[in-house]
């Protein structure tokens, strides 16, 4: 096992044989984080993941949802075989088999079943009997706040001409209020969907949990209502059926305040760590959906 790309720190390499005995070999997979890594590790055992990563909330956060939530999910994420908070914070994570959705070309009635077994999927994640939403603060005041802070990051980033239509798009999340917090990924979308196919059946995991974190539950369809769901209602509709509800009035609202919420973090965070692509890419979403009123 070789590649090219950041090699194995000894003081990592040392902690996996501590678990699984000596490192036959190590490569870097090629998604890799700001500040983050990933390597796929061989030991006599096997091949895990070993994750290195991109902050200390990072860890702590991928640390709960892999440990609390992931076993309540009937083997559909990963186990978390180690943890280690110092000196660097990283993660020793089985290595489940497939591709990523996004990788896959479906029939349409295996693409029906992907989307459905999708919505079953984060429905069994939201509704985690062992979780209790013990934040004080209302998910409305903490929305606010996130704008606010959003906002700020992307102050010399929007024209003038537009940051006071983005603002108002912002300013009022009191619809939130009535909400709790439930477990989210926060990241759910096809790239983090393996998919294997065994007898024209698919089989769905979910990985990658390093931004998961309790919040709203609309959340975690944003980037699906932004991008995978655009002009594709067959999608929405398979997924909705596996949620086991439909989206009313109201969530709708909610869910444009969360996508526009989105699309400045997102332009924020494509400045602050230099990644041109993105931020072309994110600043003509945004034009396209101020011109859209």
């Not at 990788?103 to 919505?119: M, N, P, T, V």
């Not at 001409?161 to 009191?174: C, G, I, P, T």
């Not at 494509?270 to 041109?276: I, L, S, W």
Request: hydrophobic content about 40%; overall charge negative.
């Amino acid at each position: 096992m070789s590649s090219t790309g950041p090699t194995l720190p000894p003081e990592l390499a040392s902690r996996v044989e501590e678990e699984l005995g000596p490192v036959l070999g190590s490569a870097p997979l090629p998604r890799v984080g700001v500040g983050g890594t990933t390597w796929r590790v061989s030991t006599r055992g096997g091949v895990t993941l070993l994750k290195r990563c991109r902050s200390r909330r990072a860890f702590e956060d991928e640390r709960r949802a892999l440990s609390s939530w992931g076993p309540h999910l009937g083997g559909r994420a990963p186990n978390l075989l180690a943890a280690w908070a110092e000196p660097t914070p990283a993660l020793l994570i089985q290595l489940l088999s497939g591709r990523t959705a996004d990788r896959w070309s479906f029939s349409a009635e295996l693409e029906r079943d992907l989307w459905r077994q999708a919505g079953g999927l984060l429905a069994r994640l939201h509704h985690l009997s062992s979780f209790e939403d013990d934040d004080p603060l209302p998910l409305s005041d903490a929305l606010s706040a996130r704008a606010g802070a959003t906002l700020d990051r992307c102050a010399e980033l929007l024209p003038s001409s537009s940051r006071a239509r983005v603002v108002e798009r912002l300013s009022d999340f009191s619809d939130f209020a009535e909400l709790r917090r439930v477990p989210c990924h926060r990241d759910y979308q096809p790239g983090n969907w393996l998919v294997r196919v065994d007898d024209a059946r698919i089989e769905l995991s979910l990985i990658d949990f390093e931004w998961a974190r309790p919040d709203a539950w609309l959340v975690d369809l944003v980037r699906l209502h932004s991008h995978a769901w655009r002009d594709r209602p067959e999608r929405r509709e398979a997924f909705l059926e596996g949620y086991g509800r439909e989206l009313d009035d109201a969530d709708l609202l909610r869910l444009e305040k969360l996508a526009w919420l989105d699309l400045v973090g997102t332009l924020a965070w494509a400045v602050e760590h230099e990644d041109a692509e993105l931020e072309q890419t994110t600043r003509a979403r945004l034009d396209m959906e101020l011109a859209r009123g």
